[in-house]
């Protein structure tokens, strides 16, 4: 995780949100307390780092970046409602249906999406990029998406799922999004067709090798250090992969996953650096 990364995707999104001050306030201020401060911004890194590949300079790639974490937020402060995971804590503040309200919650959501399309129309980069990178970020969060992974989800319930229908609700509810980070930065670049080819593969494990860390780690890790609620899941019956695999052979297909995206990049040469660092991060986080 690289800090100038970290600190320019915070100016922009302090760029991009609209004052606390700006009526209607109280909307602003949630959309605010949901997005700035806080989490890993491993989205928007991803978009910094695939445009490294291909030397874009960081400043082209800022729209990209907001939009990415914008949609993140919009599907946390959704997420953490009562109706779906009821949740209290999100990067280790109260989530925003219990700062403000339910309906303040949904109508930030709801905003934040809007404004994460809006940053992409609003970029300087030629139309049919513009054209592109919107079909990319459209089709990461819809029904085919994100938020199609998140009704499986819901539709779960407390049903023990197989294996495969796992992988298909988190490819969906996590890694269509992490997919589109790194796709979004290949098009701005121009990426050739084999090039975005192994980026995807590489992105596709990604996300699966993310969200298996997130099992793991919310049996192994407290509230404290992961900035949210633990142990949900296993209170709610949920499917993950410890459950699922056991936790022996949930950390050995993380590991499997890790040399699969080393492979992924071996086409590219030390400028993939910073993807390489953020496959280990993924892999080895405690948070």
């Known amino acids: 995780m690289r800090p100038e990364y970290t600190g320019r995707i915070e100016r922009a999104l302090e760029v991009l949100l609209p004052p606390a001050t700006l009526a209607p306030e109280r909307l602003h201020q949630a959309m605010r ?117 998140q009704q499986l989800d819901m539709d779960a319930g407390g049903r023990q799922l197989r294996l495969s229908e796992l992988q298909r609700l988190h490819a969906m509810k996590t890694g269509a999004l992490i997919k589109a980070s790194v796709l979004l930065a290949a098009a701005v670049a121009g990426a050739a067709e084999n ?37 949900k899941d296993a209170a709610q019956g949920k499917s993950t992969y410890p459950a699922l695999l056991g936790m022996d052979a949930s950390k050995a297909l993380l590991a499997e996953l890790a040399a699969r995206m080393r492979a992924h990049l071996a086409g590219f040469d030390g400028n993939a650096d910073d993807l390489r660092a953020l496959a280990e991060f993924a892999v080895l986080r405690k948070s």
Do not use: N
Request: proline fraction near 2%; include cysteine.
């Open 33 to 149: 307390h949901a997005t700035l401060d806080g989490g890993k911004r491993l989205r928007a890194q991803l978009v910094f780092a695939t445009g490294r590949i291909f030397a874009v300079d960081a400043a082209t790639l800022d729209a990209a970046a907001a939009a990415v974490e914008l949609i993140h937020a919009y599907s946390l402060v959704h997420d953490d409602l009562p109706a779906m995971d009821d949740d209290s804590l999100r990067r280790g503040k109260p989530t925003v249906h219990v700062a403000f309200d339910e309906a303040t919650a949904i109508l930030a959501g709801d905003a934040l999406q809007t404004l994460a399309f809006e940053a992409l129309a609003g970029a300087g980069w030629p139309d049919a990029v513009k054209v592109e990178c919107l079909g990319l970020l459209l089709s990461a969060s819809g029904s085919k998406g994100m938020c199609g992974g």
């Open 195 to 231: 090039e975005s080819s192994a980026l995807a593969a590489f992105a596709d494990d990604l996300g699966l090798a993310f969200q298996i860390q997130d099992d793991i780690l919310d049996i192994e890790s407290s509230s404290e250090q992961l900035g949210k609620s633990t142990g």
